[in-house]
Every structure is written in C-alpha cells, then in structure tokens.
C-alpha cells in the first residue's frame, strides 16, 4: 500500500489545508490537556492532603470520598455528566463554554489519581517528619507547608510524571462532545478523505511527540528540585 | 436539580436496551482479562529471557502500545483489521481483539514486575531438582507471581470495565451505549447519562470493595 502524504496538502473545503487543520487540532489536544493538568495537580494535591490530615475525620471522608467517585465513574461518563448533565441541571452552567466543562472534566477525574499518590508520598514519610515539626510548635498548615509537602511532592514526582503522561492520553477522550482535539480530526479526516493510515499516523505521531515533550519538562522539573545529596545518594559519610 | 425526570425508567427499558450491553461489556472485559493475562505473560517472559531477538519486539510493543491513546488503539484496529484480512468485521468482534492486544501490554508489565518480585533462589531451588524452564515457570515462579499480583491484576481489571466504555468511537453496543440508546429513544438523554453513571459507580466500587477484602485475606505474611 502506497501512501500518500500530498492529503495534507489538499484543501477542506473551508480554506485551509488537512495540516493547518491538524496543527489546530494540536493546539487543542494540548490546551484541553495543559488546562486539565492545573486543574489536576491544584485539587489532586489538595485531596491528597485532606486524606492525611490528624485530626479531622469529616475531611478525610469527604476526600476519601472524592477519589471513590471520580475513580469510579469511566471518564467518558464523566464527560458527558460535565458536558450535558450538569448544565441541565444548573441552569447557570450553560454560560460554562464546552472547552471549559471538558477541561473540569478530565481535570478531576485525574485530580483522584494525583490525590491518591500525595497521600501515598505523604504517608511514605517518616513520622519522625511530622512529630518533629509538631515538636518545633509548627501548625497545621506550616508542618505541610514547610516539612511534609516539600519532600512528599519530590518522592511522588516520578508516578506525577506519568499521570501527566495518561492525562494527555486521556484528553483524547474530548472528541465525544466534539472539541475538534486530535481524535476527533483523525475520526472525522479519516471519514472526508478515506486516507485513514496517513491520517492515524499523523496523529499518532503527535501524541507520542506531546508525551515525549511531557516527559522531558517533567525529568526536567524533577532535576531542577532535586535536593543536593540528599535522594539517590546516601554512601558512606551520610550519617554524623 | 429540578429539571430531571427520571420517571421513564423501567425494568422492560434496561431489559430491553440496557441489558446487552452491560452483558457485552462484561464479555469484553472477562475476555480480554484472560487473553490480556495470557498474552501479557508470553511477552513478560520474552522480555526477561535475556535474548534480545526474544526481548526487543516485547519491549517495542509494550512501550508502542502504552504510549498510544486507546481511543487511537481502537481506531486504529477498526481500521487495520479489515484491511489486513480482507473483510470488514463487527464493531465488536474488533474490540474484542483490540482489548485482548491493548492489555496484554498492561498486564505483561504487571506480570514482569510480579515475576520480578520472586526472589532468584526460588529459581536456582527449581532448578537445583531438575525442573525445565516451562516446568519451573509453571510450577514454582508464575503461581507465586500470580498471587503477588493479584490485587494489581484484578484492580487493572475494574479500570479496564471502565475502559471498555471507549468503544463508543466505534459504535460498539456497550452498557454506555445501552443507556445511550435507551435515552434517545424514550427522549431522555441526560437521564440516560446520569442512570449510566451511576451503575457504572455500583459496579466498580462494589468490586474496588471486594478486591480490597481479597487484598487483605491472601496477603502472604513474611
């Protein structure tokens, strides 16, 4: 079988080339993915904190109880319960553009992974971490902020990285309420052209680059924090 | 919440379009668990034989497969397969084997890290008695890695039910496309999506509460 890459080329009947229009598509798999991914980390990690939390049984429930639901449902169902359920329900989410429903969408479906590895990075510490800095007379607040989240974050960056990875995978999962994301153009070219191994090739291409590129700014990120000497070390001289 | 009504929804409605697409999602499921775990064992196998004719093609497609969307996975098969053998096949006959290929991948890497787990004097003991490579496998690694595994394989299983809901990109008749019917038909999509949601939150969080049970019964203490 021969293919025939001229199809970028050729125009699609608005003006524009397949390419223009895959680079469009592009843009939107990645803005959907880097848009959810904030979304992700802000209230996955808050999650993650609320479920290790001393003291508040209610909280720990509530958040318990957020990664059951979100981890639950598949995210399809969750897109379409964001893109058409809630707004009938809530009348004033019909304002909400789709890009953004679809974003919250896969944004919290993925913040119950990331809460499930921060508590895991969480209770990964010693408690040692937690005891001293209550020794220190640290509050709440502060033992999180200055003592268990700095270095919890830095252990969990390494599963973060590849929930990172399947969000952008996930965020293929758009083209059922139509945000013109890669898939959808690869549904809807393969449909108009009939050149659908040209087409799939392209796009898997584009996902493999983007998860590359993800990897890359993660490994990145992950050297820039590192603590000097203190991870991937501890040789002789580590004690007193 | 006013402005839903879920009144439409009967027993002769879910016996009607719901129930053969929960019976297919399950099919999909159960199949593509066994033949994912069988595949999935065969390229752990080939990737930790130390022969790199062996290893190289397990590890292209674990990494090819996993760094792909599976919506493009199912795509992509949908269009290939008929291609290949000449004639068009079923939605469903595709998926089945699009979910056999796709968590074969998932499962060989549980499967490597299961077999990873068992310590090497348990291979050097078969050995030591004379056991062939198959008969060592058989015998002594792969029903300890089996049991290592277990709780991971069987909550990889719950995402793969979730999972199967993406065969929606091919027209598939699944649970989701059941209620997706269903709910055009009686003129209640929303409803439909919403009865969707939740069955699927039963099912998955029933199971999530068994696996943890099992996890708690069959953890070997050491």
Redesign the interface.
Same mark, same amino acid.
């Given at each position: 079988?021969a293919l025939d890459w001229q199809i970028f080329l050729e125009d699609d009947g608005s003006g524009r080339t397949y390419l223009e229009w895959i680079l469009d598509a592009w843009r939107w798999t990645l803005s959907v993915a880097g848009s959810a991914w904030v979304v992700a980390m802000c209230v996955g990690a808050l999650m993650g904190v609320l479920r290790t939390l001393p003291h508040s049984p209610w909280l720990v429930r509530l958040s318990n109880a957020w990664v #059951?639901?979100f981890?639950? $449902?598949? /995210?399809?169902?969750?897109i379409?319960?964001w893109y058409?359920?809630l707004p009938? =329900?809530f009348p004033a989410m019909q304002q909400v553009s789709g890009f953004a429903l679809v974003v919250m969408g896969l944004g919290f479906f993925t913040s119950a992974r990331i809460a499930e590895q921060v508590r895991a990075g969480i209770q990964a510490l010693p408690r040692g971490q937690r005891d001293a800095a209550m020794a220190m007379g640290f509050s709440t607040w502060q033992t999180y902020r200055y003592v268990l989240l700095p270095m919890a974050l830095r252990i969990v960056w390494p599963p973060l990285t590849s929930e990172s =990875?399947n969000l952008?995978?996930? @965020?293929? $999962?758009a083209? +059922?309420v139509s945000v013109a994301e890669l898939?959808m153009y690869?549904?809807q070219v393969?449909e108009e052209t009939s050149r659908? $191994?040209e087409v799939?090739l392209a796009?898997?291409a584009l996902? +493999?680059v983007s998860?590359l590129g993800i990897y890359a700014l993660m490994s990145w990120a992950e050297r820039r924090m590192r603590v000097p000497g203190f991870m991937a070390t501890g040789g002789p001289g580590g004690g007193h | 919440?006013g402005? /839903?009504d879920l009144s439409f929804v009967d027993l002769e409605l879910l016996r009607k379009f719901v129930l053969n697409g929960f019976l297919f999602s399950v099919q999909l499921t159960v199949v593509s668990t066994v033949g994912g775990i069988l595949v999935g064992t065969l390229l752990a196998l080939m990737r930790l034989s130390g022969n790199r004719i062996l290893a190289w093609p397990a590890v292209t497609y674990v990494n090819v497969m996993r760094?792909?969307?599976?919506?493009?996975v199912i &795509?992509?098969f949908f269009?290939?397969i008929p291609?290949l053998i000449g004639r068009s096949i079923g939605a469903e006959l595709s998926a089945f084997i699009t979910f056999i290929a796709f968590q074969a991948a998932f499962f060989s890497e549980i499967m490597r890290a299961g077999i990873q787990s068992i310590s090497r004097g348990q291979v050097f003991a078969g050995q030591a008695l004379g056991m062939t490579y198959a008969q060592n496998m058989r015998l002594v690694i792969l029903p300890q890695a089996v049991r290592n595994m277990l709780p991971v394989l069987l909550t990889q299983t719950i995402v793969l039910f979730?999972?199967t @809901?993406?065969v929606? +990109?091919i027209g598939a008749y699944d649970l &989701?496309k059941g209620f997706v019917t269903a709910g055009k038909i009686y003129g209640r999509? #929303?409803e439909a999506?919403?009865l969707? +949601?939740v069955v699927?939150?039963l099912i998955?969080?029933g199971l @999530?509460a068994l696996v943890r049970r099992l996890q708690a019964r069959i953890a070997i203490i050491r």
């Open positions: 079988m #059951e639901l981890r639950n $449902v598949p /995210l399809l169902v969750q379409f319960l058409f359920v009938r =329900m =990875m952008l995978k996930n @965020s293929s $999962v083209f +059922a898939t690869a549904m393969q659908g $191994v799939y796009v898997t996902y +493999a998860a | 919440m402005n /839903l760094s792909i969307p599976l919506v493009m &795509l992509w269009l290939l291609f979730q999972d @809901s993406l929606y +990109a &989701l999509p #929303e999506y919403l969707a +949601a699927y939150f998955c969080f @999530s």
